[in-house]
């Protein structure tokens, strides 16, 4: 296995990120939260920090410090792993993009914190001691809380307070109280075996926690802030506002994820005050495709939200791009939102940065392109070099060329073993909530209505009906 050298000078420059392929610089500046209160060392990681010592029971900033959580036997393994080689199953993400050759969230960080002395001095430390670091926690992401005004197809009972009464309503509606335990319907998946969505802590409204939140702002150097949706958790501003009060915000980056649907104005002036502040719109589609995925969102509302946004911009200081999460209800019509950029970067003021990022959904597993149908694969790929070929942006920031790869290599990839368990489970699910909400993916996307219809009759010998009949939730 490949091992860490001692000498670390110029991480930046991705030659020890390639020699040791294991190696991440998060776990020495950050810790992530989730909507639930469990911790991770980034948001990407797919495993959540266990207690010391007790195997599936998991740290929980409701219950435990952010110190105690940096320096936990959980953190100090990955850090270790880490740095002898091994590869960790909570980081298998970032290792399918190095593969194809995309920048992963790995990759980045080695250039975003790659020149940070404090990052070095905090490897030779973990290294020397097992794990742990003295360097101060200088990278906070917080989800605080669910509440939310959205219940988008892909989102769960854990991030979202409107999913949690949907599945309520659906829990009684077909009569199946197992539900209330799933994080989402057809989703089995619990992030702790005893943990159940009625005990979930708000700790948004914990006054220990932004105690020790605020106490950290001298070393932060980073804020992520999403949700549930953060534009309405006033815990949020008044953190930000303290940042402001005592002067720390001039050396700290805040990044804000909102659905844009409800758009406080005064968060501009807030973010005058910061060394930088980007506004990350989460938006999946253009005009129907965003209302049909994050329901009950309203188009005009978010373009109107995001152009107020773009025309505050202003290069190195507040930027506004948007958040592009690619699954199978989009894939088809995600370039409808791209070229929506091209046309916006044709207003002044242009885009400084690159205006969206592009993620891969990986769960629920049945919105994952991974089972889209061939047929409809062969269209997306021909959307996507038309695209190409005619976007501004692409030609200003070429290297955004790359994410587009990362899809296109996906939908090159075989159909997986399960896919008609999971093609199955994607009907059932989109046939459910369409009834529950007065909406129609035959209506909304026909063209995959369609060939997801030709699919079930060619290679599955059934129909659309029939399975919605026999999927049982």
Known sequence: MAQTPDGLENLSDLKLAKANTSLCLYPYVQVSTI????????????????????KGRRMNVARHSLASVWNSSEMKRIRREMESGQKLQGCQQCYQEDRVGTTSLRLRSFKEWGHHPGVKNAIKQSMANGGEVQEPIRY?????????????????????????????????????????????????????????????????????????????LPHLETISLAGGEPMILENVSRFLEKAVETGHSRHIKVFLASNFTHFRENFFDI?????????I????????????????????????????????????????????TIQ????????????????????SPPYH????????????????????????????????EAHRKRSL????????????????????????????????????????????????????????YDIICEELTNKFATDWSAVVTEVSL
Not at 156 to 183: G, I, R
Not at 271 to 279: I, K, Q, S, Y
């Open 281 to 324: 719109a989460s938006v999946d589609g253009f005009g129907a495709t965003q209302e049909y995925i994050r329901f009950p969102s309203q188009w005009k509302v978010i373009d109107s939200n995001f152009r107020k946004a773009k025309a505050k911009s202003s290069p190195n200081r507040l930027k506004a791009l948007t958040n592009i």
């Open 353 to 384: 940065q690159h205006p969206y990022f592009l993620n891969l959904l990986t769960n629920p597993r049945y919105l994952s392109i991974e089972i889209l149908p061939p047929k409809a694969r062969k269209i997306a790929i021909e959307r996507i």
């Open 35 to 54: 909507p639930s209160g469990f911790v991770r060392p980034c948001c990407y990681y797919t495993e959540f920090l266990d207690l010391d010592g007790e």
């Open 393 to 448: 942006i692409l030609k200003k920031f070429p290297e955004m060329n790359e994410r587009l790869d990362l899809i296109r290599a996906t939908l090159e990839q075989p159909v997986p073993h399960d896919y008609e368990d999971r093609l199955f489970e994607f009907v059932k699910t989109q046939a459910v909530l369409d009834e529950h909400r007065g909406q129609s993916l035959k209506a909304f996307n026909p063209e995959l």
């Open 140 to 216: 906070l992401e917080l989800k605080p809380g669910n509440l939310c005004n959205l219940k988008c197809r892909m989102c769960n009972q854990f991030d979202s307070s409107k999913v949690v009464t949907e599945m309520k309503e659906l829990a009684e509606k077909y009569k199946v109280p197992h539900v209330l335990t799933q994080a989402r319907l057809l989703d089995e998946q619990r992030v702790e075996a005893d943990f159940d969505i009625s005990r979930m802590p708000d700790w948004s409204k914990l006054d220990q926690f932004w105690e020790e939140a605020n106490s950290l």
């Open 328 to 347: 199978m209800l989009n894939i088809m019509t995600f370039t409808e939102l791209l070229d929506w950029h091209d046309e916006l970067e044709k207003i």
């Open 271 to 279: 973010a005058a005050n910061f060394e930088l502040f980007e506004f």
